[in-house]
């Protein structure tokens, strides 16, 4: 679970480069971005999720 959780969060980082690259371009595709941006949202809904599985509960 912790690899799958490196690996998840170096490929978010990964958009955030790509995306700010994109983003430099003059004209860039609006698409692309929309669609690395849902990407880079699904992937920190699955960290969140890998991430609670991995931290004990605590009872408050």
Do not use: G, N
């Amino acid at each position: 679970m912790k690899r799958r959780l490196s690996e998840l969060k170096t490929e978010h980082r990964d958009l955030d480069d790509v995306i700010a690259r994109l983003l430099e371009k003059a004209p860039f595709d609006q698409l692309q971005l929309q669609r690395l941006k849902k990407r880079k949202l699904m992937l920190k809904d699955e960290i969140s999720r890998v991430e609670s599985r991995l931290l004990p509960d605590i009872i408050a």
